[in-house]
Structures are given as C-alpha cells and as structure tokens.
C-alpha cells in the first residue's frame, strides 16, 4: 500500500484503515491520520456553526421583518432546530460551545450576512438578541 496523502485522500485512507486492522502499526501515516482525526471535530464543529447561523438567519428575518412571514421560515426555523438537536446529542462535546461568546459572533455574523444577502435588510444588532435557551426553545418565535 502505497497511495500518497496528497494524491488520493480517500484510498490513503483506505489503506490506512486497512492498515489498522491489520495491526501494521509501523506502516502507518501517523501525522496525516492525526490531522484527519482533528478535521473530525473541526467539521462537526463547522456543521454546528453552519445550522445555528441559518437558524438564527431565520429567527432575525422573522423578527425584523414580520411583513415577510410565512410557513417556508417556520419550517426552516423547526428543521435546523431539530438538526442542531440531533448534532448535540450526537456529539454531547459540542454543547460547551453554546456559552463561548466567540462562537455567538461567528455564527450571528454568518447569520445576518445570510439574511441580508436573502431580504436586502440590513439593519440587525451587532450581537444576537435572543438566548440559547430562546434560540433552542422549539416555541420561541421572536416577535
């Protein structure tokens, strides 16, 4: 097995799967299978960002643009709730990231760009108004 990183990443890693179970251990690409290993997290961390931003892009066009409403937003709003649920539970690792102020910029940056660039609005507050526990409450409409 010989299939460079950086040629072919699917059948290096196949063949490094291989690899481990046949507990070829001096064989293997150590430095490569533990960068692969951290993008792991950084995509789950990515899918989290990604949903929470439409979620909350929803939840801001809703509040500031009630004229607007409709069921394509409710429906929008509930599914990437739901998503953001499953992710949790899934990867239980991920929720200390709902209380980093830093992961509440990125993603309500993300999320005010997605709803200018869907509704031309523009005027959102610089910091999300609403709470994890209001963003994740499967209730929670602003008004």
Same mark, same amino acid.
């Given at each position: 097995?010989?299939?460079?990183?950086?040629?072919?990443?699917?059948?290096?890693?196949?063949?490094? /799967?291989?690899?481990? #179970?046949?507990?070829?251990?001096?064989? @293997?690409?150590? !430095?490569?299978?533990?960068? *692969?290993?951290e993008? =792991?997290?950084?995509?789950?961390?990515?899918?989290?960002?990604?949903?929470?931003?439409?979620?909350?892009?929803?939840?801001?066009?809703?509040?500031?643009?009630?004229?607007?409403?409709?069921?394509?937003?409710?429906?929008?709003?509930?599914?990437?709730?739901? /998503?953001?649920?499953? #992710?949790?539970?899934?990867t239980?690792? @991920?929720?200390? !990231?709902?209380?980093?102020? *830093?992961?509440?910029? =990125?993603?309500?940056?993300?999320?005010?760009?997605?709803?200018?660039?869907?509704?031309?609005?523009?005027?959102?507050?610089?910091?999300?108004?609403?709470?994890?526990?209001?963003?994740?409450?499967?209730?929670?409409?602003?008004?």
């Amino acid at each position: 097995m010989s299939t460079s990183y950086d040629s072919d990443v699917v059948a290096w890693a196949n063949e490094q /799967a291989a690899l481990l #179970r046949a507990g070829k251990f001096s064989e @293997l690409d150590i !430095e490569h299978i533990a960068d *692969e290993v951290e993008d =792991v997290g950084k995509s789950e961390l990515r899918e989290l960002e990604t949903r929470m931003a439409v979620l909350l892009a929803h939840l801001a066009k809703w509040a500031f643009q009630p004229e607007r409403r409709g069921a394509s937003w409710r429906i929008t709003i509930r599914s990437q709730r739901k /998503a953001i649920d499953r #992710r949790l539970i899934n990867t239980p690792s @991920l929720k200390p !990231e709902l209380n980093d102020p *830093e992961f509440w910029l =990125v993603v309500w940056g993300d999320a005010t760009r997605i709803a200018t660039n869907e509704t031309g609005f523009q005027d959102f507050p610089e910091t999300c108004p609403w709470s994890v526990d209001q963003v994740r409450d499967p209730d929670f409409l602003p008004d």
